[in-house]
């Protein structure tokens, strides 16, 4: 076996043929790492002249000159092959030494344990710990905590639309119902609107105590991936122009019926139901008076960002501002991206990070459980490892550990 560097083109070929390939391995992701001042290395092993394993890692500076080498969602290598395996790390641990890196982490997109819905281990299903095994007796070492998210809830698109609806918890698809009804306008965000993307991510991360990215992450996203169609940027927005001519309408209709009823001799308990069902669209009438006199016709609701990469549509983000949620924004967001990946052949829906913990007293239960009213299933992954390469790595962690 032979393990050298290799150009970005040939990497890419490598990725898109490989059942690990994922956007954070991307070379439209090294150069925007390489833009924040990380220098990128593409490298591979070549068995019989057939490259068998590679990856992209990106280096960053730290304390004295030494460097930390990150393989974001790599390596791409078959992690039950121990010998090819072991070759590459042997080969890459070289390398980083001559490039003054202290360690090597890895954070592979690759499934420890296949899981139902509920988060419960499938019984005879994928089992991938050998390949964890074969990491650790290696050298690697499990952290704690990981860089990429490490639980998802994926869906898979094997169904017609109505299919996927039919077997979707009721709540959620009263939801999509109730945002189809209003009108929700679902768009893609033009590189301008940006700003209006993280303004509704800002509301949701405020709320749950998250950390959002800076506008320039997310318009070097752009730049890098949008010229392939491989990310969209979503706003639902409601119209509440539209929203008041169509209850006005309803209303109307609703009024029209009541008359008829009363004309009609109807018995009581019909009356009363028209009158009820009256003064709820009269209700409704009302706070989107209030919401347009407040906010305008047009009112940016909820957002999500999706990158389409491989075989699957990715949910990266998303936020909500809380007073429209009532609407059903965010449910028709999810809808209509999963309409897109049935329309473009996507195999997977993959709704991203959960946090694995899956009590319903965990604080971020909620979001678990928004995922899982679409139906799917949970995917645990192998999580991240580092591998120490030079005795700065012992150095390193001591002075992490003073800082603290």
């Known amino acids: 076996m032979e393990f050298r560097e290799i150009d970005e083109e040939e ?30 290395y593409y490298v591979g092993v070549f068995k019989d002249s057939v490259l068998v394993a590679a990856t992209f890692m990106a280096a960053k500076s730290t304390h004295f000159g030494r460097k930390d080498f990150y393989a974001p969602r ?27 890196g202290y360690v090597l982490r890895i954070d592979p997109y690759y499934i420890l344990k296949q899981r139902d819905i509920n988060g419960d281990v499938v019984e005879d299903g994928i089992d991938n710990t050998s390949a964890s095994l074969n990491l650790l007796d290696l050298g690697y070492r499990k952290n704690n905590k990981a860089t990429q998210v490490t639980w998802t809830f994926v869906l898979d698109l094997d169904k017609t639309e109505e299919e996927l609806l039919k077997n979707m918890r ?22 301008d609107e940006l700003e209006i993307v993280k303004e509704i991510l800002d509301a949701t991360c405020e709320r749950k105590h998250f950390m959002n990215r800076d506008l320039k992450y997310f318009q070097d996203m752009y730049n890098a991936f949008k010229k392939d169609e491989q990310i969209q940027f979503i706003i639902a927005e409601i119209d509440t122009k539209k929203m008041l001519e169509d209850l006005d309408k309803e209303k109307k209709e609703l009024k029209e019926n009541l008359d008829k009823a009363m004309r009609q001799g109807a018995k009581e308990d019909k009356i009363k139901k028209h009158k009820e069902a009256l003064e709820k669209v009269e209700k409704e009438i009302e706070e989107v008076n209030k919401i347009r006199e407040q906010y305008g016709d047009i009112i ?20 909500n501002k809380k007073e429209f949620m009532h609407f059903g924004t965010p449910y028709v967001v999810q809808w209509e991206m ?52 030079s005795l700065y790595y012992y150095v390193d962690n001591i002075i992490k550990r003073i800082k603290k």
Do not use: W
């Open 300 to 319: 940016p609701a909820s957002t999500g960002v999706f990158m389409t990469f491989g075989d699957e549509v990715l949910y990266l983000f998303g936020g």
């Open 338 to 389: 999963i309409k897109y990946g049935l329309k473009h052949n996507f195999k997977r829906y993959n709704f991203y990070g959960i946090s694995g913990n899956f009590d319903k007293n965990d604080k971020d239960y909620g979001i678990y459980d928004f995922k899982k009213g679409f139906t799917g299933y949970v995917e645990e992954l192998i999580g991240e490892y580092c591998y120490p390469v």
């Open 74 to 100: 790599g390596l791409l290598v078959d992690y039950k092959d121990k010998e090819l395996l072991a070759f590459f790390t042997m080969s890459l641990k070289k390398f980083i030494k001559r490039k003054k």
């Open 170 to 191: 009721s709540f959620t698809r009263r939801n999509i119902q109730k945002g189809i009804k209003n009108k929700i306008i679902v768009r893609e965000a033009r590189y």
């Open 11 to 40: 990497f890419l070929q490598f990725l898109n043929k490989h059942p690990l390939k994922n956007f954070l391995q991307s070379p439209n992701m090294a150069k925007i790492r390489e833009k924040s001042g990380q220098d990128i």
